[in-house]
């Protein structure tokens, strides 16, 4: 018997959205176990700010330039390297519960894996390599699959059709009859995205990950091994958690975030000093991406929909946590813990009305790009809990997972496993992450790489349909830590701009190419 | 408006190629759809979920080698036109390129998906390495 591994992932969840991290609203205080028992990353960033990009990266330790999923809607070949297929080739029992998203989620012709398996109702499905050789999808032996709500093709939705059909409607409904992420609003503000779910609580896709997983935990033998992703899809829009719970937290009580500038004209005094896509996005001239929805002008957003939609996430935080708190309950059952790990992360932020925003897209701050990391190792490896401050990145999530099962680095990560500690960051190397976007939809070209190192987050605006390639920002986290003043132009930085760049340059995977073609909005 | 292009060289005459690309009853050989069927100038096409799309066909050009349909009496699709291209290389094969302008726009890019897989696999039966 090895280690096992408990990896836990959210959707969009913001680094100060729990206890551990200073948050003040929601309780959590599984993940704020595991945090002091355990490893705290302060500066853990992802390498892009999107769902498949992201997730590419957790499942095959490289950035996005190296394995290709460089937007949403551009799937991961199911031929990638997948520390899943690694784990399970050592002997390790493997599976995926929740969210998935490599492939496409509009995916009407069932071109890819995850939407054949949910209309199938299997939980594998066979692939032949170049090889010859044939294994699961992935490299998991089970992948049972949810989404943000009782819509599409996911094992969830099937559930929910055959055993709760009289709650089907009561989400919110993603898309718009133009099938455009909607801008419909609800709740008591009439905030986007936001709706009473009148769904009992135990029928909500934050339980039902929790049950399958304990499902499929429950399924093994004793002296099984084991490498279990547990992924939920919340805090992810829309917010609508199960209305029996609003209760937990009245958005008439909360104050506003400290990143939302209350007077308008100051929010368009900060989005001003940053590249055009910012202000033009705000303003609603510009949407240059899918994830936020096209007919919603982020100009409206009002303070009051601001605490509604901020509500509705620590809610869905809540949840998330005792639903964790379950999970780990029956590991102890089953007499695991002192040999199971933990690693619980997200895969990218959510501004939650920071600058008067909410929802993501192209812009590289830590409303999007700091994220809740945390390593629990197992008891039985004596590792000494620890706060690293250096940066590290998702992409050393894959050599982490092979260090704990006690197999080499595999050859095509990017990235070393986490630190233990601050002194082992700097021993090995740990000084900078990088983060990439790029975008094409229908015209609208976007792209940017940026880098954090040293307290500060530098990023260079590539040629698109708005900018030319010499725009880009620059702060210091030190003095600026909302990053309102970009001093990408002002003169007295330039050294350290410039040194950041050339960094940048100089360690950055290039980008392989041709890109590969994108086959659905996401 | 949505509008995606695909497009594959294929190593062979643009006649050949033609003679499964310009039938619009053997889509499904090569498109991944289960069946459809041709009356006339309508079409169904049954997707592998169970979905049934209604189309008119627009144009068979045998001289420009150009096929045209368009999806109707759907729910969801407001606009259409899909266009399916072959083209003389120059060197004796041909260049099949797919086209689709549509309203909802992000439908365009599931059909291009599609258009993408169903090319690639013409490509290998007329290049006889299927």
Redesign the interface.
Known sequence: MGRRILFITTDQQRFDSLGCNGGTIARTPNIDALAKNGINYTRAHPQNVVCMPSRSTMITGQHPSTHGVWMN?VALPFDAPSIAATLRNAGYKTALLGKAHFE?L??????FAET?MA?QKVFTEMQTFADGTVAPHRGFDHMEFATHGAQG?VHYAQWMRENHPESLGQFFTVLD????VSAVGGGDTNAPQVKFNEIQREWYHTDWVADRTIAWLDSLDADDDWFCWMSFPDPHHPWDPPKSELGRVNWRDLDLPHGYPTDATTRKNILAQKPLHWSKWYDGSFVSN?EAPLHWIPATLTADQVREVNAMTHIENELIDEAIGRVLKMIETKGWTSDVDIIFTTDHGEFQGDFGLLFKGPYHVDSLMRLPMIWKPAPSANVTPAVVTAPVGLVSLAATFASIAGLPTPEYVEAPALPFNDADAASRGFESVFTEWDSVL?GKIIGSRTIHRDGWTCTRMLPGTLHDGTEGELYNHANDPMQHVNLWNDLQHKAIRDDLLADMRSTMPEQVLPLR?????V | M??VR?SQHIKCSPDKAWQIIGDPSRLHEWF??VSCRVEGNKRWIS???G?VFEEDIVLVDNYLRRFQYTIVNNP?VTQHLGTVDVIDDGHGECIAIYSTDM?????A??I???A??GLLKVKKILEGTI
């Open positions: 809607g496409p509009l995916d009407p012709f069932q071109l054949r209309t093709s009859h133009e099938l455009e899918y229908f073609p994108v086959d659905a909005p | 949505g509008s695909r991944p759809i997707l592998a979920n979905l969801i309203k909802p726009n992000v439908l890019l599931g291009g998906a599609a993408h897989n």
